[in-house]
């Protein structure tokens, strides 16, 4: 637990004044799910999603998406082994315990389709061959907002592979102030230890699993869902899968408070996050969530 | 409403703020006895003057159980009102001219069940009954209608109770700070979308292979069979089509803009003439960009909701 | 008519029917019966969906109704054929009734009915009853506004319960107004379990077979022994061969009391024809009674309410008089006949010497003359019914033998007449009063002796009986202490039970019944209220009464049962901080209402972050609920107050 306040702290000294969205992206991944990233480019998404592989001491690719990327570019190829005379597997850069994908609606659908195959399975399957992942396997995506062009926004039945969709914004004046005048951010991270030792992350991600949810806080969550699934605003409701999903979350957030039970605060602390792109809404109409959370009474 | 009564919520109302949640409290509540209420004072009364008469003890005691009866039934009727919250819940928007539904949230902590009737302070439109379980919250809507297009504020409400005799009316007078919007009223401009006559809605283009997905909508009759995403009916037993980046690629994309008409066209028209454009677009499917001074709306999700609250509040250059 | 219909307006129907009831003791029988058919049938059409029939219908079978009411009681107004008149008219009116408002005009008006009843009787049973129907009442109405069927109940119930104290503050407090507003017509003299105006064989003893109570009496000091308590209530003083009547041939009496302890005592009874009974002998009329010649009291104004007055007597004083000698001469007076009883009387003239030695000698001569007393005696059908009773029958019952006596008496040529009253009573231990009944009905002769100026009582039946006299009348007779209707002796566990009740109804006439503008005071100037009932004791009494009544009003408004303990706490907090402008939403949890409090003052929001750091441990940090630890922490919250008033409202926000 030690560790993961330190990692918090050297988090938010390298991405200054988004101290939610870097606790959101550290639930995400202590609840076992992707991040995706959504924002303008130059907020600093990179370097949040270099941070924290950095700080969470994980084995890490990055991959610049683009529209001429193919699929085995990422997944890797069977190539041909002249000495052998057998097809030998060259893993791709998905093999990684932390991927980042860069700009990911600038790939092709096609590609798109075969990294959120991967991260739903966990493996990777070529001419009738599986190979298995590594564990833990995380997927942070950044992307730009789809209305910029030249992209291809994620297809929307296959953003929920994401657990937390979350958007970083511009940093606050005094923040921004200190990154003008402080160090390189890129110095900052070359400079940055891994704060979480081999084995640490999996017992984390074990222990938020074991968070109290208690009858009437699954009630809540309960009252959630059900209030998507009657409101005219969302094209569909929450499915009972984003429910598991924003319990993980919920865990895993109120682990990183402190606590060992969640109570509706968590789940409120998560909920736009885990189900903005859920239910189609854009970056920016998280006031839909907002209201609908100021109108489902707590149990 | 008789003019008396009329003046006497009017002052009434006169008095309160404008508010996005409104307890009721003792400062709020007034009561007065109804014309059942009358009667039973009445009977109260006769039965005590016959009680002297004939010096009948006991119906000394019935004249004045009834009259307890009616003391209890004031502070009854005080407590269906008292502690319960009033505020605004979010009211769909229609077009101009068209009944609203004003969304109103009532909601208490006490245990009791309480039974209450919402109307219009001016006394028009239907009274609105409804009955709120012990420490829950309901939401109703009380019919209004928007006469002309843009943001409304919410009627003034009265809202009261006579349970649980029918005795005497506890009632209170509630200024919400809500707004109903209003879409311009739709008005045919056949010159403009021209295009669109003759053509069966089943000739929506069609996706071709090399057309990019593009994002999901609502199921639109004469969507094809490919069109429609059927991993999502599985999931979640919706019915939504499937949009391609091809479909509106350069020719088929239509702009609807503000600069289409003549400059002597008045705002009303104008607005109401692209509203109806853009349901035009929406109904045959046909992908669409609305351009007004300081606003452009491209194809996205919600782009029907995004386009019609951009004409609701349009004014002058600077929408909302 | 819909499902719903049914539910609101049966319940009305119903209530009036509950209301109707008592009438069918008080009214002639058809119009109750009438009245509850009638809604019986229109609760009927209710179900079957039928119209409503036509107006000019109605009026027909209205006006041959009151017709019929009228030629039956002679009267439409007044108390019975008002009554008739009025709960006929509620009848009809149900089948006007179509709007909710008709019912509730129907409702109200059955409120007035309710107290119809009560200008018969006032009995603990009646009042009972009004209790019932005003339940029932309530109760319809709650429906009838639109409750839903489960809980309906409780809340008439309760209703209802929560007035009750109101109710007695204000009948115990409001003044009582002295007096009629107008003067009712008397109604015909209803068959009338009470005294005949005459005296024949017979005429008591079927009032010993009734054990209504007749009056009550309670003593200020020492009570008298129970051979003297002789209750005078009428004299009779002409004799035609059969009967003994009054027809006032003596106009005036003085009357003299000589001798004798005074005893006080307060009378309870609803008067017959004005008679008033009274300990002999009374010394004097008390307020609104007067005397009437011969010793009796009397109602000054007609009138049946029940009344209460207080009265002085000397029970062992001599009554003394002078008869003129045409007085004398009148009380002398004899019909022919009955030659063998006027021998006696001369036989024993002789015997006896003087006029006290005839008395003593006649009452030795009954006591040894095997002379039996019983209830139902062989019929005296002969020419000579006293000569027969005499020297054939001789049994005989009180109004027998104190017939026989007088007879005696004046053959003798000494004035007498017949006394008939009550004789002894009943003790009731519990509440601490007698209780006269029918039974204890007595006839007894007063000689007046010459020689001493002096009324004197000579009870012959004591002679034959003197049990009766020293016990109770149930006690003398075989015929009744040997089980029947009155078996008292019989079951002895019955007594304590009986003597309650009695207890019960004498409190109940003397305090609720009775309650007037006299015992008002009393009890104003025991209460400390003020000497007497003006406006400021009333205003006392209404504002210290109106606040012990209200007391259940304020628990019910503090109770807030129904909701899990936890719920209940976080209401009553909110209910605080709501009070101080803080408001607080249903979907705020636990961390938003303390992030919502901060600018509360430091020791209160210290509380309450306490509390809700325990209510988040509770509500979510245990996967099953502690309803012990919940109530624990629901009786920490219940204490939570916010009390400073330096708390403004709209105050920045202190973050």
């Known amino acids: 637990m030690q560790s993961l306040s330190l990692a918090y702290r050297q988090l938010n000294n390298l991405v200054l004044g988004k101290p939610r969205a870097i606790r959101l992206a550290l639930s995400c991944l202590i609840a076992k799910g992707h991040l995706l990233i959504e924002d303008l480019p130059g907020v600093g998404k990179t370097t949040l999603a270099h941070g924290l592989a950095a700080v969470l001491g994980l084995r890490y690719q990055r991959v610049q998406f683009t529209s001429d990327l193919l699929p085995a570019d990422i997944l890797g190829v069977n190539i041909y082994q002249r000495d052998t005379g057998q097809f030998h597997f060259h893993q791709g850069p998905v093999f990684t315990q932390l991927l980042l994908a860069d700009e990911i609606n600038r790939a092709s659908p096609k590609v798109q389709s075969a990294l959120l195959e991967a991260m739903e399975e966990r493996q990777v399957s070529i001419d009738g061959e599986s190979h298995a992942l590594p564990a833990p396997f995380f997927v942070i995506a950044t992307q730009n907002p789809s209305e910029q062009l030249g992209t291809f926004p994620l297809p929307e039945s296959q953003l929920d592979r994401f657990l937390m969709r979350i958007s970083l914004g511009y940093p606050p004046a005094e923040a921004e102030l200190s990154l003008l005048m402080g160090q390189d951010r890129r110095e900052l991270l070359s400079a940055m230890q891994p704060i979480l030792k081999e084995g640490e992350l999996p017992k984390l991600q074990q222990m938020a699993a074991a968070v109290t949810v208690s009858p009437a806080l699954a009630e809540y969550v309960l009252s959630l869902l059900k209030a998507t699934r009657g409101d005219k605003r969302f094209l569909a409701g929450l499915s009972p899968r984003a429910g598991l999903a924003l319990l993980a979350a919920a865990r895993a957030w109120a682990m990183l408070e402190g606590r060992d039970h969640v109570l509706p605060e968590d789940v409120k602390a998560v909920f736009s996050s885990v189900a903005g792109h859920r239910l189609g809404l854009a970056g920016d109409a998280q006031s839909e969530l907002a209201s609908l959370l100021e109108h489902v009474a707590i149990p | 409403m008789l003019p008396f009564r009329k003046r006497l919520s009017g002052w009434f109302i006169a008095r309160l703020p404008r508010e996005s949640t409104c307890t009721l409290n003792q400062r709020r509540i007034y009561l007065l006895p109804t014309r059942f209420g009358l009667s039973l004072i009445v009977v109260a009364l006769a039965v005590w003057v016959g009680a002297l008469n004939y010096a009948v003890s006991l119906a000394y005691a019935l004249a004045f159980w009834i009259a307890a009866l009616l003391l209890v039934a004031v502070l009854m009727a005080y407590r269906q009102l008292a502690g319960l919250t009033l505020s605004g819940a979010r009211s769909e928007p229609v077009f101009a001219g068209d009944a609203a539904s004003c969304r109103i949230r009532l909601s208490h902590e006490q245990a009791l069940e309480r039974r209450l009737c919402l109307q219009r302070a001016d006394g028009e439109g239907d009274i609105v009954d409804c009955a709120l379980a012990p420490a829950a919250s309901l939401d109703v809507g009380i019919p209004q209608v928007l006469a002309w297009r843009g943001a409304h504020p919410y009627p003034d409400l009265r809202v009261w109770s006579e349970a649980p005799f029918g005795l005497i009316r506890a009632f209170a007078y509630v200024r919400l700070d809500g707004a109903l919007l209003a879409y311009p009223m739709p008005l045919a401009d056949r010159d403009r979308n021209d295009h669109q006559e003759g053509r069966e809605p089943s000739a929506a283009p069609r996706p071709t292979e090399r057309d990019e997905f593009s994002h999901l909508s609502e199921y639109q009759q004469g969507d094809t069979p490919r069109q429609i995403a059927w991993t999502v009916l599985a999931r979640r037993d919706v019915l939504v089509s499937k949009r391609f980046a091809g479909e509106p690629a350069g020719a088929g994309l239509r702009v609807i803009a503000w600069q289409d008409y003549p400059a002597g066209v008045d705002v009303e028209s104008r607005l109401s003439r692209l509203c109806w454009r853009v349901l035009q677009c929406e109904r045959s499917g046909q992908s669409y960009c609305l351009l007004l001074p300081g606003a452009r709306i491209d194809p996205r999700p919600f782009q029907k909701e995004a386009a019609l609250s951009a004409l609701a509040a349009y004014d002058g250059g600077q929408p909302a | ?655």
Request: charged share 20%.
């Open chain 3, 1 to 655: 008519m819909s499902q719903d219909n049914i539910l609101r307006c049966w319940p009305v129907l119903a209530a009036l029917g509950v209301t109707t009831v008592p009438l069918l003791l008080q009214l002639p029988v058809w119009i109750p019966l009438l009245v509850l058919v009638m809604l019986g049938l229109r609760g009927w059409m209710l179900w079957a969906g039928r119209a409503l029939p036509a107006r000019w219908l109605l009026l027909c079978v209205l006006t041959a109704a009151v017709l019929v009411l009228w030629l039956t009681t002679k009267t439409l107004v007044g108390r019975e054929g008002g009554v008739a008149l009025l709960s006929l008219l509620l009848g009809f009116k149900a089948f006007e009734s179509a709007s909710r408002r008709d019912w509730q005009v129907l409702l109200a008006l059955g409120f007035f009915l309710a107290g119809m009843p009560l200008l018969f009787d006032q009995s603990p049973l009646a009042a009972a009853w009004l209790a019932l129907s005003l339940l029932a009442l309530t109760w319809a109405m709650v429906l009838l506004a639109g409750a839903a069927p489960k809980g309906s109940l409780r809340t008439a119930i309760s209703a209802l319960l929560l007035a009750l104290p109101m109710m007695l503050v204000l009948f115990v407090v409001m003044p009582r107004l002295p007096g009629p507003l107008w003067s009712m017509p008397h109604d015909q003299k209803r068959a009338s379990t009470g005294m005949s105006d005459e005296m024949e064989p017979g005429s008591i003893s079927q009032l010993i077979q009734n054990q209504e109570p007749a009056f009550s009496v309670v003593f200020d000091g020492a009570i008298p022994p129970r051979p003297s308590l002789y209750w005078r209530m009428m004299i009779f003083d002409d004799f035609d061969g059969r009967r003994w009547q009054n027809i006032r041939g003596v106009t005036q009496e003085r009357m003299g009391l000589s001798g004798g302890d005074a005893v006080n005592y307060t009378l309870t009874l609803r008067p017959e024809k004005s008679r008033l009974p009274a300990l002999e002998y009374v010394e004097g009329p008390s307020e609104s009674t007067r005397m009437e010649p011969g010793g009796v009291l009397r109602l000054e104004k007609e009138g049946e309410e029940l009344f209460r007055y207080r009265a002085r007597s000397r029970p062992q004083a001599a009554y003394l008089t002078d008869l003129s000698l045409q007085d004398q001469q009148f009380y002398r007076r004899l019909p022919v006949g009955n030659p063998q009883t006027r021998l006696l009387a001369e036989r024993l003239r002789l015997q006896g010497g003087d006029d006290a030695g005839f008395v003593r000698a006649a009452l030795e001569y009954f006591r040894l003359g095997a002379y039996r007393y019983t209830l139902s005696p062989p019929l005296l059908d002969g020419d000579e019914p006293i000569d027969q009773f005499l020297f054939s029958t001789r049994q005989g019952f009180c109004e027998h033998y104190a017939s026989a006596m007088a007879v005696l008496a004046r053959a003798a040529g000494l004035p007498a007449r017949v006394v008939v009253g009550y004789q002894g009573g009943e003790y009731n231990p519990v509440g601490r009063f007698w209780q006269v009944r029918s039974s204890d009905a007595h006839a007894w002769v007063e000689v007046w002796l010459p020689s001493r100026q002096q009324w004197l009582r000579v009870d012959p039946t004591a002679a034959v009986a003197p049990s009766r006299v020293s016990e109770e009348v149930t006690q003398a007779i075989p015929a009744l202490a040997g089980g029947g209707a009155a078996g008292a002796a019989s079951a002895n566990w019955w007594r304590p039970v009986r003597q309650g009740w009695q207890a019960l109804s004498f409190s109940w006439q003397q305090w609720v019944v009775g309650y007037d503008a006299s015992r008002q005071q009393g009890l104003y100037q025991r209460l400390g209220l003020g000497d007497s009932v003006d406006s400021a004791a009333v205003t006392k009494g209404v504002l210290i009464g109106g606040a012990l009544a209200c007391l259940p009003l304020l628990l019910l408004w503090r109770r807030q049962k129904g909701l899990p303990p936890l719920a209940e706490g976080r209401a009553r907090i909110v209910g605080q901080l709501a009070r101080h402008g803080i408001a607080v939403r249903d979907s705020d949890g636990p961390l938003d209402i303390i992030n919502k409090s901060r600018r509360l003052p430091e020791q209160e929001f210290k509380q309450l972050k306490r509390l809700f750091k325990r209510y988040s441990a509770l509500r979510y940090g245990a996967a099953k609920p502690d309803s012990a630890q919940e109530r624990a922490w629901l009786k920490e919250a219940r204490r939570f107050s916010v009390t400073g008033k330096h708390l403004a409202r709209g105050s920045p926000p202190r973050t």
